[in-house]
């Protein structure tokens, strides 16, 4: 049985509306599809068992539905989620899940959330992201970034990290085998008391990351981000 709520449990009244939304769309492209598939999945995540289903995982057939970029997004051992790419600039990324959950990627970053229990406004660095760095420096780099919380009013806090790339990993993505680098970031919020570890599992030719956890809050778990679709 599970001891705690989870974020997606506490979220179930708003995902299944943001099912509805996107099932009532008259357009009858991917988004309603994308609609009805989020309803019955929202629906089946819990049950009155003592004992939990196992994790549901989107497959290469469901996720090759969709003609948009894509991600999979995991917290704790609620099933996966697909969300859809909705918005784009030179450096962000804005995916949705329905309309009232949404998640945006900085060259990968996760920089902002939407919807969850605990949510980041946004998120900065100065040059070059410190887990890119990380994939040519020669040993461990240490930097600083910046996100905002609202709590209690909008706050900045300051993160300082250490990343480094701990060499060649094999992950699987729907399926496919895809040969990345491993690069652990360790992160001190002073602030707010807080120690976490990201881990990043990136294409060094190409710079795309593939497969990701990464914290946004002390009091929620970190989301595992997988890419499905690139959005480039």
Sequence with gaps: M??????????????????????????????????????????????DSDTPAAPAKIDRKMAANYPFASVGVTIDDNPQFLFLLANRTD???????????????????LIRTQGLSRDV?????????LV?????????VTGVRWFETSERGIVTHEAVCTAQDFGEETVTVLGTPIATHHVSEECKVDDLKWKF?????????????????????????PLLIETFRPAS
């Excluded at 599970?2 to 979220?11: A, D, N």
């Excluded at 990201?198 to 778990?221: D, K």
């Design 2 to 47: 599970m001891t705690r709520s989870s974020p997606l449990r506490r979220l179930l009244p708003l995902l299944l509306g943001a099912a509805m939304l996107s099932a009532c769309s008259s357009d009858g492209g991917g988004f309603s599809q994308a609609g009805a598939m989020l309803q019955g999945v929202a629906e089946g995540i819990f049950s």
């Design 91 to 109: 450096r962000d990324e804005l995916y949705t899940l329905g309309y009232q959950v949404s998640i945006v990627l900085r060259d990968g970053r």
């Design 121 to 129: 406004l946004g998120g900065r660095w100065e040059g070059q992201d």
């Design 132 to 140: 890119r760095t990380a994939l040519t420096a020669p040993g461990p």
């Design 197 to 221: 570890r990201n881990e990043f599992w990136i294409a060094p030719t190409t710079g795309q990351i593939w497969l990701s956890l990464q914290h946004v809050h002390p009091r929620i778990n």
